[in-house]
Antibody
């Protein structure tokens, strides 16, 4: 089955930076749109960012625009999230999530698989 | 952005009994291609979400037949015909029709009475 494994979470001070990674396996990574979705402690799910298979289409939630950068390396089957100017309200578990669009860029197909998540804590 | 509203937010159910969760959207989820991109996810305690249903009523691979989805336009329902212990967790609906962004309901916590 599809496997998505996040890494890079940790404790960072307000204003600091952190880079999350997501290693994908058991599917053809380059064919799929990938996303980051976060969940603050005890709260619901919030979409953060999305990147098409070719990296030509990239979108961000307003809450992170200008501070976070999504990228991917299809040769390494990896997804990344560079998080700068972090704030306390960015504290959350960050999930790597695949859209089931298989080679045909169509995010409307929605998320079909999730990673196990990486905890990011922003605190002084 | 489309607002997704779930009810109830808490759902105590007796084992073996049915359960039903409602999800309403602030605008129609019918896409220009005629499809409706509404999904349901279950997040078990301490786990990541997993997809149950996509495009309103299609079960994800491996999802038991006791789960079913229905609805149209702005009004959707997830039903569990007979609740089992492994169904405990938080259920979320998500729309993808009016993307970006993907938007989720607040979540419905199902627990066993």
């Amino acid at each position: 089955e599809v496997q998505l494994v996040e890494s890079g979470g940790g404790l960072v001070k307000p204003g600091g930076s952190l880079r999350l990674s997501c290693a994908a396996s058991r599917f053809t990574f380059s064919y799929y749109t990938m996303n980051w979705v976060r969940q603050a402690p005890g709260k619901g799910l919030e979409w953060v960012s999305s990147i098409s298979g070719s990296s030509n289409s990239i979108y961000y939630a307003d809450s992170v625009k200008g501070r976070f950068t999504i990228s991917r390396d299809n040769a390494k089957d990896s997804l990344y999230l560079q998080m700068d100017s972090l704030r306390a309200e960015d504290t959350a578990v960050y999930y790597c999530a695949r859209v089931g669009d298989y080679g045909d860029y169509d995010p409307r197909q929605g998320i079909d698989y999730w990673g196990q998540g990486a905890l990011v804590t922003v605190s002084s | 952005d489309v607002v997704m509203t779930q009810s109830p937010l808490s759902l105590p159910v007796t084992l073996g009994q049915p359960a039903s969760i409602s999800c309403r959207s602030s605008q129609s989820l019918v896409s220009s291609d005629g499809n409706t991109y509404l999904s349901w996810f279950l997040q078990r305690p301490g786990q990541s979400p997993r997809r149950l249903i996509y495009k309103v009523s299609n079960r994800h691979s491996g999802v038991p037949g006791r789960f079913s989805g229905s609805g149209s336009g702005t009004d959707f329902t997830l039903k569990i015909s007979r609740v089992e212990a492994e169904d405990v967790g938080v259920y979320y609906c998500m729309q993808a029709t009016h993307w970006p962004p993907f938007t989720f309901g607040q979540g419905t916590k199902l627990e066993i009475k």
